[in-house]
């Protein structure tokens, strides 16, 4: 005889199985999704693994058929299963199911308020599962974090490159693999994708990345970065006119997965799209309606292969509820705080914001909104000193900044320059002027100006001030030397001041340190091959990549001697003046490149790099470093 339910009636027959079905086995787990799979017509990964997915999807069917939706399998689940046309469960004891590995997780980031820390949580739950959370990304394997900074975008080559210059030890992660994260990253954005896809890497280094994304000081360089797109978000809602933590969570995530939060062009196309439908409708649309619209106009930006995905994630955080990734979620219920207005939430609770650091301001330079002291040798005064005029730009989307570009000018002061590049709406980090000072108008971090087309959007660049034509001199101007130089535009070419020599040789050291926070500047010559330095065009310099380059690599005919002089003090050891008349000396050719000092040519065999250097590029090589001694 059959027990009996509770109400009396005629038990399911899963009760009679229960005594020899282990529900903690693989077998049972594969049976669970393969059974979850066939009746809501969904594809669960079988692999005997109750993660969140299949309990999420248990609850769906659970609450389909009346049951108690609480995600976990038992008798009577299996009957309805059963009952739906699913073959009865496996019994006997069978091999234990694998926990599912134990996600990371960041303390919520206390330089966050509440809104902003639940538009982070809904984020961090679609892309780890768990508000805060860490994830190694199994589908695109260059992706990893938070938010999933990745390969692609360089924003997980910059994460790593800033752990390591603030104290972190990529060794204790990774062991012996250590020296192949750091190639990795090395690699232009290109190269580093194919080679983490090829190789499998994120499956290789799995645990590995697990511990370091939940390292407390990756996590609060995660933290640092989410403040930034934060903030673009919270401009987008401003400019939107959205009023609540939902608004502020669909701009974060659009930040975040698309790159639209800062993004004017973007911001002006949902306005259009909100007040053509309240035109055709004459009304004001609610804030749920704007979401919608929104979330629609946004996916229809984004390629067709993701448009689908996008379009479903952003209408359930305007709806509050809905199906994403074939599972149901319920935001409204898990995050109550979305329906709060913005102006209704209480202040983050904790101490007061730490005060700037004590450096003064408008004599420091600034890098994602900090004042950093300026290196040994350099002076600067930037845009907070209102006589220093700050051009206008975009906000860097999680880009690294890992390029410095040298520029001359055609002008004769400062002022001159501001003026020319208003004229021409273009702008420049920095310009330095004849007595080797600099003056910053624009963040070095966070600011993309129009100074050197595609590299634009990962670099800072420097105009030096320069009449650089010998028929701009006049008497009384603190230039007066000049060369004849095949490489230069008019063949003749009126050397920097020996103070812009210098300033720009310092400028190269501060910005490839660890002091630049915020900055993953290499000191990469990209004009450096063969034991020769280029002053003209550089074969593939129009392709962004990390390192120093002079303008005339990929543009206009300026910038090498400059960096030649840079090369001669930091890499040679020249002293200031040495360096100065070397540099003049080499300069003086009708070459499109100059041989180096063969000393530190040598260095080039790949001593200095770690490179392996082929056997006939090191007899080239060596060659080149005789020719430079008999020089």
């Given amino acids: 005889m059959r027990p009996r339910s509770p109400d009396g009636s005629r038990s399911e027959l899963a009760f009679e199985a229960s005594a ?143 752990f390591e210059q603030q104290g972190g030890r990529l060794d204790s992660f990774f062991g012996s693999e250590a020296a192949a994260v750091r190639a990795l990253v090395a690699l232009p954005a290109a190269d580093g994708v194919a080679r983490a896809t090829d190789q499998q890497l994120a499956s290789r280094w799995r645990e590995a990345l697990l511990r370091l994304c939940g390292d407390p000081l990756f996590c609060s360089l995660q933290a640092q970065d989410v403040k930034r797109r934060m903030t673009a978000a919270q401009g987008a809602v401003r400019d939107l006119g959205l009023q609540t933590v939902r608004g502020l969570t669909m701009m974060f995530d659009i930040h975040v997965g698309d790159g639209y939060g800062a993004n004017r062009r973007k911001i002006a196309l949902f306005r259009e799209r909100i007040g053509r439908l309240e035109a055709e409708r004459g ?208 063949r003749r070419y009126v050397l920097p001041t020996p103070a812009q020599a210098e300033a720009v040789a310092q400028l190269i050291v501060w910005t490839t340190s660890p002091a630049a926070r915020g900055l993953s500047i290499p000191r990469r010559w990209v004009g450096l091959s063969g034991g020769q330095l280029a002053m003209s065009k550089v074969p593939g310099g129009e392709r962004p990549g990390p390192g120093i380059y002079a303008h005339t690599y990929f543009g206009h005919a300026d910038g090498s001697w400059l960096v030649l002089y840079a090369w001669l003090r930091l890499e040679a050891g020249r002293s200031p003046e040495a360096a100065y008349e070397e540099a003049a000396r080499l300069g003086t050719t009708s070459e499109r490149a100059v041989l180096l000092p063969a000393t530190a040519v040598a260095r080039e065999l790949g001593t200095e790099t770690g490179e392996i250097v082929s056997p006939w590029r090191r007899r080239r090589l060596a060659a080149a470093a005789r020719a430079a001694a008999r020089a």
């Fill in 283 to 490: 009304r004001p649309l609610a804030e749920q309606e704007r979401l919608v619209e929104i979330a629609e106009a946004a996916a229809a930006q984004v390629s067709p292969r993701w448009r689908d995905e996008r379009r479903a994630r952003r209408r359930l955080i305007a709806l509050g509820r809905g199906e994403y990734r074939r599972s149901h979620w319920e935001l409204d219920r898990d995050f109550p705080a979305l329906a709060e207005r913005l102006d209704a939430v209480p202040p983050a609770p904790g101490p007061p914001p730490a005060p700037t650091p004590a450096v003064a301001e408008p004599t420091s330079f600034l890098v994602r909104g900090l004042a950093i002291a300026p290196g040994p040798g350099l002076r600067v005064t930037n845009f907070r000193d209102p006589r220093v005029h700050r051009f206008p730009g975009r906000i860097r989307q999680g880009r690294p900044v890992d390029e410095l570009i040298v520029h001359e000018t055609v002008t004769r002061s400062v002022a001159d320059t501001v003026t020319v590049l208003r004229q021409r709406n273009l702008g420049v980090h920095l310009i330095l002027g004849p007595d080797g000072t600099l003056t910053q108008h624009g963040d070095l971090g966070d600011a993309v100006l129009g100074h050197a087309g595609v590299h634009n959007g990962r670099s800072v660049g420097v105009e030096v001030v320069n009449p650089y034509y010998p028929r701009y001199l006049q008497a009384g101007l603190p230039w007066g030397r000049t060369i004849n130089a095949g490489w230069a535009h008019e």
């Fill in 20 to 162: 020899v079905v282990n529900r903690g086995s693989v077998e049972y787990g594969r049976w669970l999704q393969a059974g979850l799979n066939q009746v809501l017509r969904i594809r669960l990964v079988v692999d005997g693994v109750l993660g969140p997915r299949t309990r999420d999807a248990l609850r769906r069917f659970q609450a389909s058929r009346g049951l108690a939706a609480d995600g976990r399998p038992g008798p009577r689940t299996e009957a309805a299963l059963v009952a739906a046309g699913v073959t009865p469960p496996p019994k006997g004891q069978g091999q234990p199911a694998p926990r599912p590995s134990v996600t990371p997780r960041c303390a919520a980031p206390a330089e966050l308020a509440p809104p902003e820390r639940t538009a982070l949580s809904v984020t961090t739950t679609f892309e780890t599962g768990v508000a805060f959370g860490c994830a190694v990304s199994r589908v695109d394997g260059i992706s990893m974090g938070m938010i999933q900074w990745n390969l692609k975008a360089g924003t997980l080559q910059a994460m790593l490159r800033q």
